[in-house]
């Protein structure tokens, strides 16, 4: 099983940036995705979740009106659309797939996003 993301860079203050998460070796459809983050010196934190249907999301107070998390299950793909971006938004973003059953949980490899002018 794996996750892939990718989409991150530097962007400047209020830019936006889309993050994409593939998934593979698993059945997509079953598991609920999230997006957690990382600032240098502080704990992982999460950023949203979308249900395994993708009728129920939720997010971080920090990006809520500013962060959209979506999936499309026919392309095993999870997205992270950033818009007003700010510097505290700077950090490794990681992908995690979960199933209830089992449980199980699988975690990407990470992408950076930098905002800074």
């Known amino acids: 099983a794996q996750l892939v993301e990718s989409g991150g860079g530097l962007v400047q203050p209020g830019g936006s940036l889309r993050l994409s998460c593939v998934a593979s070796?698993?059945?997509?459809?079953?598991?609920?995705m999230s997006w957690y983050r990382q600032a240098p010196g502080k704990e992982r934190e999460l950023v949203a979740v979308?249900?395994?249907?993708?009728?129920?999301?939720n997010y971080a107070d920090s990006v809520k009106g500013r962060f959209t998390i979506s999936r499309d299950n026919a392309r095993n793909t999870v997205y992270l659309q950033m818009n007003s971006l700010k510097p505290e938004d700077t950090a490794v973003y990681y992908c995690?797939?979960?199933?209830?059953?089992?449980?199980?949980?699988?975690w990407g490899q990470g992408t950076q996003v930098t905002v800074s002018s």
């Open positions: 995690k797939g979960y199933w209830y059953v089992g449980p199980r949980t699988y």
């Open positions: 070796g698993f059945t997509f459809s079953f598991y609920d």
């Open positions: 979308v249900a395994s249907g993708g009728g129920s999301t």
